[in-house]
């Protein structure tokens, strides 16, 4: 047989290999991303810490049968941590007033997480919609709202907090999150902006457009998914902060106060021990840095993941 008539014989079973072969999948921003973190050492880590972290704030009786408001003054003032009694309620020691502080411990991650989850998704949102607005139509929308967020980034984030939660008297957890949530929505906005004004340029929004589709519906359905992925990237990293600031401003003493259970408060009552027993503000002060680092970990991994320029 000819060399002509052999690949005029093959052709026919390349031909049949190429039509049975599957198309690849177009990979999309979101999978390439999965992707990366799921072989990143960073993201596991801190994505177990942080689902280690909210399983104890959700379910703190599986940890710790103890109370964390029961004091014994009589027995357990200021008893030093039994470092080999683990999980017991004696662990980390007791406070100042007789408390374990192993359970304090467990049940103040409720109060602490609440604040930062609660404080992120309404920052998200505020930010978010002020953000989209101000991008999306430009002009005199897009400078009052630019210059309403101005306004508001020039106010210190800690000092405002402090000036307006001491205005209340009843500092709860839902008056604490709101003080952080009508100064931290700035950024978040900035970024939504920026975002939006970039996205609207692109030719699937001119020809949502020119099809006669309604803003809501351009904004919902094409604006806001494009626009996703640099405001995920803040609000993770901006959620240790939120953490770290109500814990600071609990030290204050102007944040959560007793009868909450929370790490900040017991930060706070701590420092009265400090040259007797450290260890009674220390606790807490490590719960504090360990949870804010297991968030700004995770942010940094969502940020390399999603950022094509550091790929």
């Known amino acids: 047989m000819s060399a002509e008539a052999k690949v005029t014989a093959a052709a026919p079973d390349a031909v049949a290999a190429a039509v049975a072969a599957k198309p690849e999948k177009a990979r999309s921003l979101w999978s390439d991303a999965w992707g990366d973190l799921r072989r990143n050492p960073l993201f596991l880590i801190s994505a177990a810490l942080i689902v280690l972290l909210l399983t104890i704030s959700a379910f703190p009786g599986l940890f ?17 941590p039994n470092w080999g009694h683990f999980f017991a309620p004696d662990w980390f020691g007791y406070d100042g007033q007789g408390r374990s502080i192993y359970a304090r411990v467990i049940y103040g991650a409720r109060a602490s997480i609440i ?16 953000g989209m607005l101000a991008g999306y139509f430009g002009g005199l929308t897009d400078s009052l709202l630019s210059r309403i967020t101005d306004i508001f980034m020039g106010i210190p984030f800690l000092l405002g907090a402090l000036v307006v939660l001491t205005s209340f008297e009843n500092r709860a957890i839902w008056v604490v999150i709101l003080a952080l949530v009508f ?5 978040i906005a900035r970024v939504a902006r920026g975002a939006v004004i970039n996205i609207k340029q692109a030719d699937y929004v001119v020809a949502a457009k020119a099809l006669g589709a309604s803003t ?5 359905r094409h604006v806001l998914p494009n626009a996703l992925a ?9 959620l240790g902060g939120y953490i770290a600031a109500e814990a600071t401003l609990s030290f204050l003493g102007v944040g959560l106060a007793e009868p909450t259970v929370s790490w900040g408060v017991d930060v706070s009552s701590g420092r009265e021990q400090l040259r007797n027993a ?4 220390i606790i807490p002060s490590v719960m504090v840095s360990i949870t804010v680092l297991a968030f700004l970990m995770f942010g940094d991994a969502v940020r390399n993941a999603l950022d094509p320029k550091l790929r």
């Open 64 to 80: 710790t049968s103890a109370s964390p408001r029961d004091a014994d003054l009589a027995n357990h003032y200021l008893q030093h």
């Open 115 to 130: 604040v930062g989850v609660g404080v992120t998704a309404l920052v998200t949102i505020l930010g978010t919609i002020v």
């Open 183 to 187: 100064l931290g929505w700035t950024t």
């Open 216 to 220: 809501t519906r351009i904004l919902l």
């Open 230 to 238: 640099p405001i995920i990237v803040v609000a993770t990293i901006a």
């Open 278 to 281: 450290p260890y009674v503000l």
